[in-house]
């Protein structure tokens, strides 16, 4: 189990120096042995790491009988891989110098506290936590410790979006104006179950899998689509606001250069109302690349390869911020066109789009540079696993440290926290050094959560 004392982060935990890594610097050798914690469908990405010099997957672990030696069957390819159920005697007994987290967002927290407080460098999935205050833990926690960190927003590790930033952030287009990113879905709310239909006695790994929410009854919904529900995740769907939107919102910030901030003013546009995400139609073509919006070709990208192509209905409304440079983000966007997965930047001289893997530009010459680096080479994550295991190297901050991390999860949790609150018109003030409203305190009380008795989060001393 992973509960821990409310102390427990008061004071490093004991592990050998061979795990820690020549006490904290480079790892005992130039293989990195990874520990995965969490064997559903999303760990599944680290074969896209095959190619990566020193990336070696050696242990997993998951809460669920069964679930981790499922996983070491198909992904190990006949090596002998450690299978456990807990964390602890995993990093203990296999001599691990990391570990990959891809655990349920609810849980993520806890399982990165007790990874660091072990010495462990650690990748973590995105969205990287549950709330605000989770992620400033987290931040806590990496400095205290010392910890590499890499949060899975792999876009940041992809060579033409770095480019394409970079001509944002360097003043290609002039100052920065606009820039217009999706509407994402936020997550429903669950009603079918409560505390009070539980049955005693309930089977130990629900229990740990329910980690910090509400005990209820299992249910294949709850278990199998938990980054649908409120109390789970922010919306961790195909153009979810967790799910897509740490991408974009992410991809807002490297463009912006706003990797330490954020904004100053949230606005709610409109009621919160389950809306179709577009109409889906076909969309008139200019060589193969969809209209855009301002019915300008050059502006458009084509679908990205993981749009989904089928109406979603779900809880959206427009959101607009303001940040302290002037530059106005509106979250408007359907996901039947534009960049799913970026956003369009309006300047004085022009406009950039990037979305994943993908660029344009109004007018064309922009993007068309000799130093391009063009599409990728590699699968897309190869890159991102790349630069964390060679961090752990050198000791460096990775691309998509966890104070990024922070910062882009933060958008997605400032826009679910305007819907939730529903004062439509009204302008929230925010201290993105604070991390605080500055006029709205419901806000303030939502940027965290009572935990489940026993599963509080540990304070960082």
């Known amino acids: 189990m992973l509960q821990l004392s409310g102390a427990a982060l008061a004071t490093p935990y004991f592990v050998p120096s061979a795990v820690l890594g020549r006490d904290g610097n480079a790892p005992p050798s130039e293989t990195v042995r990874v520990g995965v914690v969490g064997c559903g469908g999303r ?40 299978v456990y159920n807990d964390l602890r005697p995993m990093i203990e007994k296999e001599n691990l110098d990391a570990v990959m987290l891809m655990t ?26 549950l709330t605000i205050a989770e992620g400033r833990m987290q931040v806590r926690a990496a400095r205290k410790f010392g910890r590499v960190t890499q949060v899975g927003s792999q876009q940041r590790s992809m060579p033409i979006n770095n480019w394409a930033s970079d001509l944002v952030k360097n003043g290609a287009i002039g100052k920065i104006r606009v820039v217009e990113a999706p509407n994402f879905v936020g997550p429903f709310r669950w009603t079918k179950t409560s505390s009070a239909d539980v049955k005693e006695p309930v089977e130990p790994w629900w229990d740990e899998w329910t980690d910090q929410v509400e005990l209820r009854p299992y249910d294949r919904d709850l278990h199998r689509g938990w980054a649908r529900w409120w109390d789970y995740d922010g919306g961790g769907l195909v153009f979810g606001v967790t799910g897509w939107g740490t991408h974009s919102y992410d991809q807002i910030n490297r463009g912006l250069g706003t ?38 070709a050059d502006t458009g990208t084509r679908y990205h390869d993981m749009v989904a192509r089928r109406k979603l209905v779900g809880p959206r409304a427009k959101v607009r911020m303001r940040f302290a440079s002037g530059t106005e983000l509106r979250l408007h966007l359907d996901g039947d066109r534009g960049p799913g997965l970026g ?31 063009g599409p990728n080479q590699r699968p897309e994550s190869a890159y991102h696993i790349e630069d964390w295991i060679e961090c752990i190297k050198t000791r460096r901050r990775c691309t998509a440290d966890v104070e990024i991390g922070q910062r882009s999860t933060t958008l997605c949790y400032l826009v679910n926290i305007a819907r939730d609150m529903g004062r439509v018109g009204e302008v929230l003030r925010w201290d993105p050094a604070a991390e605080r409203f500055t006029n709205c305190d419901e806000g303030n009380a939502l940027l965290s959560r009572a935990q489940r008795e026993g599963w509080e989060l540990p304070p960082i001393a």
């Open 259 to 296: 990797d330490d901030t954020g904004p100053v003013e949230i606005l709610l546009e409109e009621a919160v109302a389950h809306r179709d995400t577009g109409r889906f139609e076909p969309r008139e073509t200019v060589g193969g690349v969809i209209v855009g919006e301002t019915g300008d």
């Open 343 to 373: 956003a369009v930047f309006t300047g004085e001289n022009g406009k950039i789009e990037i979305n994943r893997n993908r660029v344009a530009s109004n007018p064309r010459g922009l993007v068309r540079g000799s130093d391009n680096p």
């Open 43 to 82: 760990a599944r990405f680290i074969r896209q790491g095959a190619d990566v010099k020193g990336f070696r997957v050696v242990a997993a672990c998951d809460c669920e009988p069964g679930r981790a030696e499922a996983f070491v069957a198909d992904m190990s390819g006949g090596a002998k891989w450690g």
């Open 104 to 129: 349920t967002t609810h849980a993520r927290t806890r399982v990165t506290l007790v990874a660091m407080q072990m010495g462990m460098d650690v990748y973590i999935e995105k969205p990287m936590c």
